[in-house]
Structures are given as C-alpha cells and as structure tokens.
C-alpha cells in the first residue's frame, strides 16, 4: 500500500526557517506530479507548489522567492524549503503526489497525514 509520511513541522518566530520532507513508500512503479498545499483555520485548502518529475516548479504568489520545492526521485521525496517565514503562513501542510503503481495502471492522487506549521512570535 502506497503511503505519504510529512515531517518538520512546528512552532517558529516571524523570518526563521523550515523544511518539511513527505516521503513516498509502498509498491510504486512511477510518480508523476508532486506538491505541497496548505489550510489555514477558516480557510480553503491551497496549493503552496508543485513540481514535476522533471523538474519544473510552479509557486503561488505569496510564497515566490522564500519557498523552494525540490524532490529526489531516488528516494521518492518531495522537500518544501521554507525561508522569510510570515504568521500568514500559519497553516496545516499536505503534500500529495500522483503515483502509478503498475506499469501499465492508472494514475491516483495520494496526501500525506498533515504536519502543522505555526508561525508566531
């Protein structure tokens, strides 16, 4: 069974520093598409980035120039560096990927558990 598990998740000061890792497991022969989105209290879920297995990124506005996404697809990992940290950016994040786990299968959406990131001072 596929599973997503998201950590580095916490509590931060306005301007510091996160990185969140979501690492992909279980029988899986491809992935395509990765992501991060986010939900703030109150709020609808929202893409933060995403990445293909290319390499090609694409950021919402807010988070251009202080968010990187990368992934390394040795390991199935999409990471979400986080810098210039704002308490706007208070939110649960989810990453989600688009996995086929059979050669010639369809292609699903998976999500990670959740890891909240609070930024206050």
């Known amino acids: 069974q596929v599973q997503l598990v998201e950590s580095g998740g916490g509590l931060v000061q306005p301007g510091g520093s996160l990185r969140l890792s979501c690492a992909a497991s279980?029988?899986?022969?491809?992935?395509?598409?990765m992501g991060w989105f986010r939900q703030a209290p109150g709020k609808q879920r929202e893409l933060v980035a995403d990445?293909?297995?290319?390499?090609?990124?694409n950021y919402q506005d807010s988070v251009k120039g202080r968010f990187t996404i990368s992934r390394d697809n040795a390991t199935n990992t999409v990471y979400l560096q986080m810098n210039s940290l704002k308490p706007e950016d208070t939110a649960v994040y989810y990453c989600?990927?688009?996995?086929?786990?059979?050669?010639?299968?369809?292609?699903?959406?998976?999500w990670g558990q959740g890891t909240q990131v609070t930024v206050s001072s």
């Open positions: 990445i293909t297995s290319g390499g090609s990124t």
């Open positions: 279980g029988s899986i022969f491809s992935i395509n598409a």
């Open positions: 989600n990927a688009e996995i086929k786990q059979l050669v010639l299968g369809p292609i699903y959406d998976y």
